[in-house]
């Protein structure tokens, strides 16, 4: 899969106060918060959101996160989080994430999120066929 | 101030994930994120933002919140925060929420927060004209 | 019940970083999470854990909030919150709270939550008698 | 450093119930909370807190972030965060962690988080002496 066909899905929102610290700015969990929803928001765009994945039965169990930080973001600033699959097999998957400016594009923070696929029954499991193909879908997406 | 005059802001989301807990369901101190936001957005609408009104030497200290649980939401739900200034003092306000399905509108959250203006130097002050005459305003914002 | 009689249980903690917010203080819902710690510290104590409670098949929903804000704290801090039981029916009951500052015993907040007990289908139903008879112990624990 | 000399702080705490997720685990952005506190405790016990440190004017932006996730954990389970300076330059310093099971020792989350040292006007300055040489003190700190 190329740069130039992988699909990025953009999502963008209002730093919230809650989610500043005591320095005046976004505290650095909170990233993995704002990562969280691009990925939420990946699966909504690709037509299998990740509430219909978990009502399937399955969950996808967050295993290594990276995060770097650039730049610090304050209240009220608009941020989009643009996400993409960086890898793929067939029990697990990597997601990839830039964190901007929604207004200048300057990047705040870059990121990597791994995930293994489980059972209900809290069994590591191949990926549902329905969902990776929903997923791969290399259509631009906005 | 009557219904038919007040400002009601309306401002929508998805639930994440972070927010829900072992329940299944969102917890309970996520609302008064939902709800702060909801302010957040009623004075972005009402052309004052609360951003602006920190860098101009104020903050809006809470002083108090009531909330009545209705119905539980869950994770990837849209879900949409009403906000409306309940009252108006020269030194403290009260906003008014509630927070309803987006798609549905059934009632999840009623609440109310109270809140006193104080100066950077940490006095309780008069809420500034400028705040106050914009947070007033009746037309109808969407 | 008498205020003589009641179980007042204390747990103390020093505020997380990530609990303050961009005012420089804790930030005002995480005393909600001050306060379920106040009441899962309070059920350990009377030797039935909330843990033990869901395990058994019930969920305690919260119906109602309310938090009078009195005085700031600080990262850093520590806090010690105060716990009771306010008061008890067949399907409800209320927890009253304090929080104080461990050193100065200073008053922060005062706040009561109001809860149904449910079961695992979404039925309300009786609080378990074991539960109750537990919460109810007078003796002063520390 | 060699792994015998090096000063291993431990906190624990349970597990609260905000920090859960509808997976009915701890979410695993609530474990940058964690660490944070072992950082805080580190500080706290090796005699320069990190309140003492931001009140002399200074803050530890964080650069970057890395976790492993390698088993759940519950509501109520008691947690052990295990800290330790991984490195030390003259602006920067990385910190190791370890979350274990406080009554097991089992692994849960192994993890490094990286911070450069800023002063209060947003430049980046060299660590204090006073707080680099405090930080390195090697004794065992229980």
């Known amino acids: 899969m190329s740069v130039t066909t992988k ?7 209002y730093v919230r106060y809650a989610e500043t610290d005591a320095m005046g700015v976004v505290h650095h969990a909170s990233y993995l918060v704002y990562l969280e929803e691009g990925r939420s928001h990946y699966s909504r765009e690709h037509g299998y959101s990740y509430a219909q994945f978990e009502q399937d039965g399955f969950f996808l169990m967050v295993t290594e996160v990276t995060v770097q930080y650039k730049r610090v973001a304050r209240y009220g600033q608009q941020l ?3 996400t993409w699959l960086e ?16 207004a200048t594009q300057s990047l705040h923070v870059t990121a990597t999120s791994a995930h293994i ?9 191949r990926l549902p066929q329905a969902f990776t193909q929903q ?3 290399v259509k631009r997406i906005s």
């Open 135 to 137: 997923l791969q879908l």
């Open 80 to 82: 989009t989080v643009r």
């Open 117 to 125: 696929c489980m059972s209900k029954e809290g069994q590591i499991v």
């Open 87 to 102: 890898s793929l097999k067939s029990r697990s998957l990597v997601f990839g994430y830039e964190v901007i400016d929604h």
């Open 7 to 13: 699909a990025i899905t953009e999502t963008s929102f």
